[in-house]
């Protein structure tokens, strides 16, 4: 169990989207303890309220970045989010610790199935190698990385059964309580 923890949303189409929504409509019982931040949603014109951003960090234990993988990477909108929001004296530099010692993780759907996503695989690397940036960030913001959690082949007409068993295994993970990831 955990303290407060903040999903910061990525995806630029969620009306569409199967998996992310599913994660999304699986963290709404637990308001409480989680705050989904949709940043399609907040910055539909891509302007970023930095101190607004910024607040929420300080206020949560955890923040998860949630997004389906896109070329390799995040969804633009999230790379303009950590340019501008993990500035100098906020994670990094004199008086910038608001990281510190926090849990940062991802959450990560794709398209292609997951034996594409190893050495030798369609796409050469894992799934881990791919996201390093993203740990790196983190370990440079002095928090803990977590996990990733991902569930891989939406490309690939994943069942309903599929996609809500995801669901609930990434709510737990959400609040801290799983104990293994989706595959």
């Known amino acids: 169990m955990t303290g ?40 539909p014109d891509g302007e970023i309220d930095v101190a607004a951003e910024q ?9 998860i970045f949630q997004f389906p993988m896109f070329w390799f990477s995040v969804p633009p909108l999230l790379k303009r989010w950590f340019d501008q929001v993990l500035a100098y004296g906020f994670v ?4 910038g610790d608001a990281l510190e010692g926090k849990a940062i993780g991802v959450a990560t759907s794709t398209g292609g199935k997951a034996d594409a996503y190893r050495a030798g ?3 050469a690397w894992t799934l881990d190698e791919l996201l390093r940036p993203i740990q790196a960030t983190a370990r440079f913001c002095r928090a803990d990385y977590l996990p990733v959690f991902t ?24 609040l801290g309580e799983e104990t293994a990831l989706a595959a």
């Open 4 to 43: 407060k923890t903040l999903v910061v949303l990525a995806h630029p189409d969620l009306a569409k989207s199967k998996i992310n929504a599913a994660w999304v409509a699986a963290l709404a019982p637990h308001g409480d303890r989680v705050t989904v931040h949709d940043l399609h949603a907040a910055y």
């Open 92 to 95: 990094y530099g004199p008086g």
């Open 121 to 123: 695989g369609q796409n």
């Open 55 to 63: 607040a929420l960090v300080r206020a949560h234990d955890r923040v």
């Open 151 to 174: 569930l891989n082949g939406a490309m690939w007409g994943l069942s309903e059964a599929q996609i809500a068993a995801s669901a609930e295994a990434y709510a737990a993970h959400v």
